[in-house]
């Protein structure tokens, strides 16, 4: 039965546009999915529109009024310099939705193709990728990060490598897995009787029928990515107090959350509700992409 | 099947003289020396403390000395610790972090493996929403907001566990294993959740229905392999992950343990014991990798056919 | 069917663990009440110590552990911090306050029996100052009439440094100036004596390798000894059998415990693990505060938080400059909002009431004077205002405070400063090689005289982070350091605060404060600026209960 699926699929694949289409009909039918769609929509859409939006500035403070809880001229409370946390929050979206997604683009695209190839040719080429992999997995992070920061400065940019070099790691060894347990399958090996180069197959046949689980991995991903980001700042790459970011936020709401709860509880939940948006929408485009894993 | 752990044992070292050379070179790239500290030292007594330590060396000789003694196991002095050496101290910090790292593995699979196979069976229902969804918050939560809010109920306010420690009071190693575990506990429940559901629309699960087995025999004898396999092949790297992970934990339950170690190492430029426990953590990882992977290969029986095949 | 006995079986077995440990935790006796019971002090002690020999280290952790098992020829009274006699019963000063004869107690013994003799004090001082040891706190030996010069190998002859045994019983002591606070020093790292018989057994004297301090080798002269120490989780001394006060110590054992976060340390002070922190975060002070916790004990301490300027770049070339950023600060409110109102602004560099010394000239709020010399400097309104950062390691608290005087500095002379957290080692190397604009830092007095904190901006010292030098003001040092009149030194050390502070190569914000937890079960205990303690007189005393 699975072989019917396959060589349904491996039809499928020559004419991408129907699938796509098929897809996008599937996972408009999957109301999880749709709601978190919308819900990152929405936060993409405040995080864009925060400059004009925001009821105060990011770092205005008032220090006479100090750590005060929510209000109804602070929704959210203020922090222990008197600064509106739902500011704080709106401003810190747009780097960790920046860091979370570009920082994730990175490590997909390095982790998908190093797992992909690695796994494909197997062997010799295999084992010196892999390798490397252990090798770099066993880097002292803090001072790769360190080093990093002192020769190239705390730009963005940087920040985004800097994730995306270790999270890659993770991803290489996930589609070097699931490349390994397909390879065997016979519309790969169909594939290669017929004669098609490998970039293709890798492109065309290897990597989508790997996608589930990276899109599964890659949800669960973008919100380690986001706390990661306030370690890094720790370190002094990355964002510069005064500005805000929820990695850091939810950081320092965790060292006052016996004296000034909300401080950690806000952040927290706008951090885990895009969570759960995030993988239902992963779960749905799964589902969408690869019927088979969609039953009954 | 020999012949395949003995190559990759020999394909290791290349990556671990990989590894001691990188660390070495990073960590004299960086800035800031182990004799920087907020009171500055006489300009002469760092002059001797740079002989002692041999500093004042070009930096190739350094590093020619530093990877004969490794290769002769001698991770050298610690900067810090003066009157310990980097084996010592390595030696008086694992045992802490590889029994952390057990009991959180343990833990993870008493709680992750059940609720995994339960939301499987009962798939699509609330007893598959449920156990998903706290494995996802289980997932996202951070060891350092899980940690301090587990210390704060069951320590401080129902006063229940000890706060810190290790082996110093009764109970004060079950929370830092359940904080450390519960990541994995999630992982583990949804893998062995997709897993088993994979296995369960199998044809073979199908006749075994039809011909009427109860589900607890479908479940133990047939589903159970299935869902078991991914996770077993996830324990690898898991727990290596687990070993080097468990700083946040080891810091946040003061726990004397390697993770620790490791971290204040870097962060006071204590060259010998960064490049010592960079070694032996790669050395672990590699050795959990292989035993993952040779448990793979022995669990899936196409792998090793070919790699008989290819001797 | 079975499968979902299964789980209930599991979820049965699981309520029963929790009910056990219902059970178990009722009759837990936590740490505090287990030590208090059997005279064990548990004692939070923040980083990890990384050694106890006197001679090679100069952290505050590894001091409080050292202070347990040595002590100097003198010591000080905890609670007033006047000298007392310790090793040495009674002492004879020359009048020009140069030569000290100090008599060694006759019943004063290492922990192995031999008794402490003047020559161990010899010995200890030079093996102090051997180059292979590379002794961090060597310059405190200095104080010894030509004993730099011997480090420095200007003078090879021994006997022309200024310590010599008379005898056994003494100690013969010359001195390179007058040193007001030479008695106090003897209480110091550097000045204690170190067993160099013992030592021998193990190696060279001179190596730092050498394991002689460890548990079974070390041989020490304080009320403890070492009983067991695993780095990372414990330094345990135990009371010291041949101490010559033994009948005083009532403690028997002394737990350090190194714990790193202050998160860490509060909460395992609440959870009883401990019977006196290091320190607390700032954010816990305010809750214990309010409701007047008896645990919560806060007390000033010899130190001074302020920022520092980097003088040899533009704007910070610029005095007025410097004078207006330095007056745009309002202490007063960042003490009370930001540090939760427990440190005492300060608008010096000396803390108030240093042994008798409080500087004329202070450092004010004034805005309008603030603007008025940015103007004058050139920048009116902040116009033009180059791109400067403020620098400071990563930290809660310090960021916290980088952000509010941001805030002032963009309230009062708009101006857009920019706050940059380093990690430590990084900020250290970026201030000692004068890369930062401004930067933080703090300075915690070794003695209690004007001296340890004014000697901070002479051009030759090597924690002076501005670039700042001035020959006025190193000459009145130079001065300060030949006087032996109490009076007439502080005036000279007066006249060098009014230039420094006129010269502003720093903003003083506040002094700090030590702010810690310590149980009502700790008796004997006082607190005082140094954070000093002397452990023989601490005891442990359960509460009466209350009925």
């Known amino acids: 039965m699975s072989e019917i699926v396959h060589i349904a699929e491996l039809t499928n694949l020559e004419k991408g546009r129907s699938l796509t289409q098929d897809a996008f009909l599937r996972l408009r039918k999957n109301k999880m999915a749709m709601f978190g769609l919308y819900f990152l929509l929405f936060l993409i859409l405040v995080a864009l529109l925060t400059p004009w939006i925001a009821p105060y500035s990011y770092e205005e403070q008032n220090l006479e009024l100090g750590a005060s809880p929510p209000s109804a001229r602070h929704w959210m409370g203020t922090d222990i310099l008197g600064r509106d946390q739902l500011t704080r929050i709106m401003y810190g979206s747009r780097i960790s939705l920046m860091v979370g997604f570009i920082a994730t683009a990175v490590a997909l695209t390095i982790g998908v193709l190093w797992g992909a190839i690695a796994g494909f040719f197997g062997g010799r080429t295999d084992a010196i990728m892999m390798r490397i992999v252990d090798a770099l997995y066993a880097l002292p992070f803090t001072i790769f990060i360190i080093l990093l920061t002192v020769v190239f400065g705390s730009s963005m940019l940087l920040l985004f490598l800097a994730i995306g070099a270790v999270e890659w790691l993770t991803m290489a060894r996930i589609v070097r897995g699931q490349v390994l347990s397909i390879k065997k399958q016979e519309f790969i090996e169909a594939a290669i009787s017929m004669g098609l180069p490998p970039s293709r197959i890798i492109a065309h046949h290897l990597i989508p029928n790997v996608l589930g689980p990276v899109i599964v991995y890659t949800t669960l991903t973008i919100p380690s990515v986001i706390l990661l980001e306030s370690f890094l700042s720790f370190l002094g790459l990355g964002i510069q107090p005064p500005a805000s970011s929820w990695g850091s936020l939810i950081s320092g709401g965790v060292e006052v959350m016996e004296e000034y709860p909300w401080l950690l509880a806000f952040p927290g939940v706008v951090l885990t509700i895009t969570l759960f948006s995030l993988n239902f929408l992963g779960d749905g485009l799964r589902d969408a992409l690869d019927p088979k894993s969609s039953r009954d | 099947m020999l012949l395949f752990i003995i190559k990759r044992i020999l394909q290791a070292i290349p990556v671990l003289l990989l590894v001691a050379t990188a660390t070495f070179f990073m960590v004299r790239a960086a800035p800031g020396g182990p004799f920087d500290k907020d009171r500055s030292i006489p300009p002469e007594v760092i002059t001797q403390l740079n002989k002692r330590y041999h500093l004042d060396d070009p930096l190739w000789k350094q590093y020619v000395d530093y990877m004969g003694n490794l290769l002769q196991g001698d991770f050298g002095p610690s900067f810090k610790y003066a009157s310990h050496s980097v084996t010592e101290l390595i030696a008086a910090g694992f045992p802490a972090t590889l029994e952390l790292s057990l009991y959180a593995i343990l833990f993870a699979l008493l709680v992750g493996l059940p609720a995994g196979m339960l939301a499987a069976v009962k798939w699509n229902t609330s007893l598959d929403y449920v156990p998903m969804s706290v494995a996802m918050i289980g997932i996202c939560m951070p060891t350092f907001v899980l940690g301090p809010i587990l210390l704060l109920v069951f320590g401080i306010w129902f006063g229940w566990l000890p706060v810190a420690g290790w082996g110093q009071v009764p109970g004060d190693k079950i929370l830092p294993s359940i904080t450390l575990g519960s990541v994995y506990a999630a992982y583990i429940a949804r893998i062995s959740r997709g897993g088993m559901l994979e296995v369960l629309s199998q044809d073979y699960i199908r006749t075994a229905k039809a011909k ?71 050395f672990l990882i590699i050795l959990f990798n292989l035993l993952a992977d040779i448990i793979q290969v022995w669990l899936n029986p196409k792998l090793r056919q070919e790699l008989e095949a290819r001797g | 069917m079975t499968f979902i006995f299964f789980i209930h079986k599991l979820v049965k077995i699981g309520f029963l663990i929790a009910c056990l440990f219902c059970v178990l935790s009722c009759e837990r006796k936590t740490l505090v009440d287990i030590g208090t019971d059997k005279q064990i002090l548990y004692f939070g002690n923040g980083t990890d110590i990384t050694g106890i020999d006197p001679h090679g280290t100069n952290g505050m952790p590894e001091q409080r552990v050292i202070k347990a098992v040595f002590e100097g020829l003198v010591a000080k009274d905890p609670k007033t911090l006047e000298i007392i006699p310790a090793v040495s019963d009674r002492w004879e000063v020359s009048e020009d306050n140069m030569t000290y004869v100090f008599h060694i107690r006759e019943n004063a013994r290492w922990s192995n029996g031999d008794p402490v003799t003047a020559h161990d004090f010899v010995n200890s001082w030079l093996r102090g100052m051997m180059p292979g040891l590379a002794n961090e706190t060597v310059t405190s030996l200095f104080v010894f009439k030509n004993a730099e010069k011997f480090y420095l190998k200007e003078v090879t002859d021994v006997s022309q440094v200024g310590f010599k045994a008379l005898d056994d019983h003494h100690l013969k002591v010359e001195l390179e100036n007058p040193t007001p606070y030479f008695l106090q020093l003897l209480d110091y790292l550097a000045l204690f004596p170190v067993h160099t018989e013992s030592m021998k057994k193990f190696g060279a004297v001179d190596d730092p390798a050498n394991p002689w301090s460890k548990v079974g080798n070390f041989v020490g002269n304080g009320a403890f000894t070492v009983k067991d120490w695993v780095p990372g989780r414990s330094f345990v001394v135990e009371k010291n059998p041949y101490y010559w006060d033994k009948d005083v110590v009532r403690l028997n054992e002394i737990h350090f415990m190194p714990i790193d976060q202050l998160l860490v340390e509060e909460r395992m002070f609440k959870a009883r693990h401990l019977h006196r922190t290091e320190w607390m975060p700032y954010s816990k002070i305010p809750a214990y505060r309010d409701r007047k916790d008896p645990e919560y004990n806060h007390y000033p301490y010899l130190s001074t938080y302020f920022y520092v300027f980097n003088v040899t770049k533009p704007p910070f070339d610029d005095v007025r400059v410097r004078k207006a950023l330095a007056y745009a600060v309002d202490r007063e409110t960042l003490v009370h909002s930001v540090t939760k109102g427990v440190q005492s602004a300060t608008g010096a560099l000396t803390p108030p009431n240093t042994l008798g010394y409080t500087s004329r000239a202070q450092m004010t709020f004034d805005p309008d004077l603030a603007r008025q010399l940015l103007a004058e400097a050139g920048y009116p309104d902040g116009k033009n205002f180059p791109h400067v950062e403020l620098t400071f390691n990563s930290s809660e608290d310090h960021r916290k405070i980088g952000e509010a005087i941001q805030q002032m500095w963009k309230k009062h002379l708009h101006i857009d400063v920019k706050l940059k957290n380093q990690e430590w080692k990084v900020f250290l190397h970026e201030i000692k090689n004068l ?95 140094l954070d000093y303690y002397s452990y023989k007189h601490i005891y442990l005393e359960a509460e009466k209960p209350s009925e």
């Open chain 3, 435 to 529: 890369n930062h604009n401004i930067a933080r830092m703090g300075w915690v007095g070794d003695y209690i005289d004007p001296n340890t904190f004014l000697g901070l901006f002479t051009s030759l010292s090597g924690d002076n982070r501005t670039g700042w030098k001035n020959k006025q003001y190193d000459a009145l040092l130079n001065k300060a350091a030949t006087i032996a009149d109490k009076q007439e030194r502080y005036e000279v050390f007066q006249q060098a605060e009014t230039l420094l502070l006129d010269n502003a190569p720093f903003i003083p914000l506040y002094n700090y404060t030590t702010n810690n937890l310590v149980s009502t079960q700790l008796k004997g205990y006082h607190q005082n600026i």
């Open chain 2, 212 to 282: 009427g087995l109860s589900t607890a025999r479908i479940v133990f004898v047939h589903a159970l392999r299935g869902g078991i396999t991914p996770v077993i092949s996830f324990l690898g790297p898991a727990l290596a992950g687990l070993l080097a992970g468990s700083f946040v934990v080891e810091s946040i339950f003061n726990i004397p343990g390697l993770g620790r170690f490791y971290v204040t190492a870097a962060f006071n430029r204590d060259y010998t014991m960064i490049l010592g426990c960079t070694i032996f953590f790669a």
